[in-house]
């Protein structure tokens, strides 16, 4: 049997692994914790009470970065003539459409509003409206490259503004809107995408995750070399005591008596 599994050290082996094991699984919950509250901040942004459109973005602005999800308020006019589905949208995992119009604001732009989710552009609604005021998360226009297959049909791959601007005659705003309680009787769409937290959000739980990995490798560490010095054989230094010894009395000049 190895010296290291001798009964003696059954005890400093069990501490060993009680040590390592919480050190790890509390590493992992601070890093979890860490997630957690990065999360909670960018859902928070969509939360936030909402403001006028014309507060966050206007119509020959770049998009905010830092304003993905803010909750806006527009009024306007629909361009329902401009009316289109964008596919593959998720909800509720059921992949269906979002419905999308753009809305023509005071400024003489008009920003896209996605209306809500539906099923097939055929289940879609006849809707008319011919103003509308609602509150909605702002977005970023999408670019993922996907290519609209038939350029002919109501149906877009993503919700790009290269897309619909050629769909209407007015400036469009350089994001869209998706609509809080979706519009004439559709179910909200979910948000595409959420703010991303501040780098140093809850910073100090991801410090403490990796603090106690580092206490873990030391507990290791610790335990390799007590098992190390438990099980070295002590006449290994008593033999190298008397070589040693031995070399110094061979070495050593011979006394004359005279």
Request: charged letters at 25%; zero cysteines.
């Amino acid at each position: 049997m190895s010296p290291a599994l001798a009964p003696r050290l059954w005890a400093g082996h069990l501490l060993a692994v009680v040590l390592v094991v919480a050190a790890g699984v509390l590493g992992f919950w601070q890093v979890d914790a860490w997630q957690e509250r990065r999360a909670a901040e960018a859902e928070d942004v969509t939360r936030a009470d909402p403001v006028p459109l014309g507060e966050v973005l206007g119509p020959d602005d770049p998009f905010p970065g830092d304003r993905v999800g803010q909750p806006v308020t527009v009024e306007g006019t629909w361009l329902a003539d401009a009316t289109r589905f964008v596919s593959g949208r998720v909800r509720d995992g059921e992949e269906g459409y979002w419905m999308v119009s753009p809305l023509l604001l005071d400024d003489g732009a008009a920003i896209p509003v996605v209306l809500g989710w539906v099923e097939t552009p055929v289940a879609a609604p006849d809707w008319w409206q011919a103003s509308g005021d609602l509150v909605g998360w702002l977005q970023p226009p999408e670019g993922t490259g996907t290519t609209d297959t038939d350029p002919g049909d109501d149906v877009l791959p993503q919700l790009r503004t290269a897309d619909l601007v050629q769909l209407v005659d007015e400036d469009l705003y350089g994001g869209y809107v998706v609509a809080r309680d979706g519009v004439a009787g559709l179910p909200a769409a979910d948000l595409a995408q959420l703010p991303e937290a501040g780098r140093f959000t809850a910073l100090r739980n991801l410090l403490y995750g990796v603090e106690w990995w580092v206490f873990g490798g030391f507990a290791l560490f610790v335990w390799w070399r007590w098992v190390r010095d438990s099980t070295h054989e002590p006449e290994d230094d008593a033999d190298a005591d008397s070589t040693d010894a031995d070399s110094n009395d061979e070495s050593a000049p011979d006394t004359v008596t005279a």
